[in-house]
């Protein structure tokens, strides 16, 4: 393969290597985990799978990078949404991937 299609095909694979940036906006969105059943006067909005990892990227991402995609991901949801709560209900294990599924909730702020 000569080095005019190698450039470009390498270009290409990096790139699917960028996890999920948090938008500003989503910055204040709290995350918890753990938690059983609705928060008290919160009201639920949206359920959502965050998820980061690619079978042919996870070589090049570390564990604590694809999690926090994954967080990010759901977090920038929960904004776009106007929620500021997610209630991480599980996380599956993966070995090329993250991926939480999260409750999404607009609950009063103090």
């Not at 996890?19 to 989503?26: E, I, K, S």
């Not at 599980?90 to 090329?96: G, L, N, P, R, Y």
Request: glycine share 8%; proline share 6%; net charge negative.
């Amino acid at each position: 393969m000569t080095l005019n299609r190698l450039v470009p095909l390498l270009a290409v694979l990096l790139a699917g290597c960028a996890t999920t940036d948090l938008n500003p906006d989503a910055g204040p969105v709290q995350v918890v985990f753990d938690q059983r059943g609705q928060p008290l006067n919160c009201e639920p909005l949206d359920t959502w799978v965050g998820t980061e990892g690619h079978w042919y990227s996870y070589w090049f991402i570390t564990n604590f990078d694809l999690t926090t995609g994954a967080l990010n991901q759901l977090r920038n949801r929960a904004a776009a949404l106007g929620g500021n709560r997610v209630e991480i209900s599980s996380k599956m294990d993966f070995q090329t991937s993250v991926t939480l599924i999260g409750h999404i909730y607009r609950c009063p702020t103090p």
